[in-house]
């Protein structure tokens, strides 16, 4: 269970109440795309993969979706999430075979054709060479929307692409992150989010009170609550937020009040001092 209270943008003290940071918090959207997914098939782990390092570059990931592979489904996600969020993330539905809709669902969304790019061509002409192995099934890995940027696959070359704020990868984990190196550097980000964690021999439901006390106290710090059972009942306390201040103000509140409702002891993680 989570009190989370951040907003996207913190009030600004000189501006006035309800005035945005100057700084403004760019956000993204996940779309995983295939049946494999939805049917259990297959574990996702690229939305883990790709939190973890948008938050280390300052864009709060805000949504995710997981759809079939079907172009309405692809469209109709693609849209939505485009027209709200700074950056759109896909992963799957690029390869070689019948059921990879997703570039032409892409293209579709954008109103724009989709055909062999010759650069795209290149690409897996030099990777598969004169083998033979470059048939029509794989070259459908070359059909890119028009304007599209591609996006470079250093592992099994096939590209995927940027369109608009969209960025279209594969969905096999170790080419997704491959790729995902290749798209941050396009990635204008915020300042870095900040994590504290303590760690305290403490029921969930005893401190909820006291919890959202310290939450209503400290609007700019995102606070969780985690319980857990291994070694004994507790909860695990996790303090987010850009301004190192906010949070180890917040921080403090949260140890006393840890010590005040009986905790003997206290394990914290803080954040690097680099951060």
């Known amino acids: 269970m989570t009190a989370d209270h951040a907003p996207e943008h913190v009030p600004d003290p000189a501006a006035g109440d309800g005035a945005p940071s100057p700084a403004r918090v760019p956000t993204a959207a996940m779309i995983v795309i295939g049946d494999e997914i939805?049917?259990?098939?297959?574990?996702?782990?690229?939305?883990h993969h790709l939190a973890r390092e948008l938050t280390a570059m300052g864009v709060a990931l805000r949504e995710a979706r997981v759809v079939p592979d079907?172009?309405?489904?692809?469209?109709?996600?693609?849209?939505?999430?485009?027209?709200?969020?700074?950056?759109?993330f896909t992963s799957g539905g690029i390869g070689?075979?019948?059921d990879d809709v997703t570039a032409d669902a892409v293209a579709e969304?954008?109103?724009?054709?989709?055909?062999?790019?010759e650069d795209a061509r290149a690409i897996l002409e030099a990777y598969y060479g004169d083998s033979g192995a470059l048939n029509a099934a794989r070259l459908r890995m070359a059909r890119i929307p028009e304007g599209?940027?591609?996006?470079?696959n250093p592992i099994s070359q096939a590209p995927g692409f940027q369109i608009g704020n969209v960025y279209v990868m594969a969905g096999v984990p170790d080419i997704f992150a491959a790729m995902l190196e290749e798209v941050k550097p396009?990635?204008?980000?915020?300042p870095p989010v900040l994590s504290h964690a303590l760690r305290a021999p403490l029921a969930e439901g005893d401190i909820a009170d006291a919890l959202a006390e310290a939450a209503r106290a400290h609007p700019q710090v995102s606070i969780g609550s985690y319980p857990f059972y291994r070694g004994?009942?507790?909860?695990?306390?996790?303090?987010?937020?850009?301004?190192?201040?906010?949070?180890?103000?917040?921080?403090?509140?949260?140890?006393?009040?840890?010590a005040r409702l009986g905790a003997a002891r206290i394990e914290e993680t803080p954040p690097p001092e680099g951060a």
């Open 148 to 152: 599209a940027v591609l996006i470079p």
């Open 186 to 190: 396009r990635i204008v980000g915020g």
């Open 96 to 98: 070689p075979t019948h």
């Open 109 to 117: 969304a954008f109103g724009v054709p989709i055909d062999v790019r």
């Open 38 to 47: 939805l049917s259990g098939r297959t574990r996702d782990s690229n939305m």
């Open 232 to 258: 004994g009942l507790g909860t695990t306390l996790v303090a987010r937020a850009r301004d190192r201040a906010a949070l180890e103000a917040a921080v403090r509140d949260l140890r006393e009040m840890c």
């Open 70 to 88: 079907e172009r309405a489904a692809i469209v109709a996600a693609v849209n939505a999430l485009r027209a709200a969020h700074d950056h759109v």
